[in-house]
């Protein structure tokens, strides 16, 4: 079936080339997740017990799910919300499904609030490691930019206008270009800066601590923190990939797209840890510093390297272009709800939904900014509340609720004929696993971290 001609949702968008979905959801998995959090949350549970965990919920949990997502989304071919109502009413099913596509909607704007003034910050550091300060440390230069909110705000808001600006023309498609050439150049630059960790670092300690084994360090929190880190990479639990899924052509094996997806998220995320614990561990850095160990160490890393004044430059131009594809899937979802079902025009639903975020986002500005206001997650400031609430509770609880409803209320028959481009034994496992395993260890991580 061509889906240009299929009930699909907007006319500006149609995805014809064959590695457009791969492309676009690629684009959106790998972001600052892969390159900011993933190292910063194994610094912070201490190392390789984390990774191994990591690992497991990105094949036990992540892979079905997405797989589950992108199902439902190319068959219902619409906007989240609408398409878990589509999808429940044809199976027979309640209509009130529809309650986890609209989690999603306030996943995704919440997320994005923050996520923008951390690609701010990437767009800033361009410039900062072309011609980083010889008088002060990485250290200091981090203190420096979150030290000053309208430096933050600036950066934010100009992300906050791209984004706008891309969705509003709803030239999604055109972000394909833009991950075909500049995803390899992203893994090439990450290549060098392994080589770079392998010569000038303490390679054995940095493998050591994200690969040795090591359970000592293992609490429930562990394992929360590393699915949510999952959900997280993997765009899952809110919608993006859904949407994307919607837009995805029939005769794609969604299989093999999400083993791919899931790979290279994963491949890049590893590759990001491989190239930053050897050198903190080098500089004697503490990895256990939170949300500005990425920063601050990428910094001495490049101010040391050969050629570092231009590598470092270049790599923090991909990094802001690879948060610009994923944060471009964070608002649609939204969007096209809001133009599917006519409420406002595309245009008008980006620059009303950007300016919300924006809005939210100055809360994130001023916590990096010292703003030390206990909110509402205990001890933790505006922004770490947000990141806590959306990486630790809303995706992985949306994810579980894909995973039952693709596992026991989807009809079999309609999962089958879209999965039906995988081998039978394909089909039967990924519904063993999203019905019994992938739910139930969600749930069970949730009680874990209740009860303990
Ligand atoms: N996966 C992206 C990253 O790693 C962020 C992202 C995009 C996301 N869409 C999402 C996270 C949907 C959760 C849900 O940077």
Request: charged letters at 10%; one cysteine or more.
């Amino acid at each position: 079936m061509n889906i240009s001609s299929s009930n699909k949702i907007s006319e500006s968008v149609t995805w014809v080339g064959k590695w457009t979905f791969v492309l676009a959801a690629a684009g959106s998995a790998v972001g600052l997740g892969n390159i900011w959090s993933f190292p910063y949350k194994v610094g912070e549970e201490g190392g390789s017990a984390f990774v191994l965990i990591y690992l497991g919920c990105i094949l036990l949990v992540g892979l079905p799910i997405m797989m589950a997502e992108i199902m439902i989304g190319r068959y219902a071919q619409h906007s989240p919300v609408s398409a878990m109502k589509k999808a429940a009413l044809d199976s027979g099913k309640t209509g009130y499904w529809q309650a986890v596509g609209w989690t999603g909607l306030v996943s995704g704007v919440l997320i994005l609030s923050f996520y923008s003034v951390l690609a701010g910050i990437c767009i800033n550091y361009i410039g900062i490691a072309a011609m980083p300060s010889t008088e002060i440390t990485s250290v200091e230069q981090y203190a420096q930019v979150t030290g000053s909110p309208l430096r933050l705000f600036f950066w934010h808001s100009i992300f906050i206008g791209l984004n706008i600006a891309i969705i509003a023309s709803g030239v999604i498609g055109g972000i394909e270009r833009m991950v075909r050439l500049l995803m390899p150049m992203l893994f090439i630059l990450m290549v060098v800066m392994l080589i770079n960790a392998m010569i000038n670092g303490d390679f054995k300690a940095g493998l050591n601590y994200l690969f040795a084994p090591d359970f000592s360090k293992v609490s429930s929190e562990t394992f929360l923190s590393a699915m949510g880190q999952a959900f997280f990479s993997l765009s899952l639990g809110m919608g993006s990939i859904m949407c994307y899924g919607s837009y995805m052509r029939k005769s794609e094996n969604i299989f093999k797209t999400s083993l791919t997806v899931a790979g290279l998220d994963t491949l890049i995320a590893i590759l990001a840890g491989l190239a930053i614990f050897p050198m903190i561990f080098a500089y004697g850095m503490e990895p256990q510093q939170g949300p500005g160990l990425v920063f601050k160490s990428l910094l001495a890393i490049f101010i040391e390297m050969p050629l570092g004044n231009l590598i470092g430059p270049a790599f923090f131009m991909l990094l802001s272009i690879a948060a610009l594809s994923s944060a471009i899937s964070l608002l649609e979802p939204s969007v096209a709800y809001f133009e599917e079902n006519k409420i406002v025009s595309r245009f008008a639903a980006a620059v009303i939904l950007g300016l919300l975020i924006w809005f939210i986002g100055i809360g994130s500005v001023l916590s990096l900014n010292n703003w030390e206001s206990t909110f509402f997650l205990g001890e933790r400031n505006f922004m770490d509340s947000i990141v806590y609430l959306t990486f630790n509770f809303l995706m992985p609880l949306g994810g579980m609720l894909v995973a039952v409803f693709a596992g026991w209320f989807f009809k079999p028959k309609l999962a089958m004929e879209e999965l039906s481009g995988a081998h039978l034994n394909i089909f039967k496992t990924w519904r063993f696993f999203i019905k019994f395993i992938s739910p139930v260890l969600v749930a069970s991580v949730f009680v874990y971290q209740l009860t303990s």
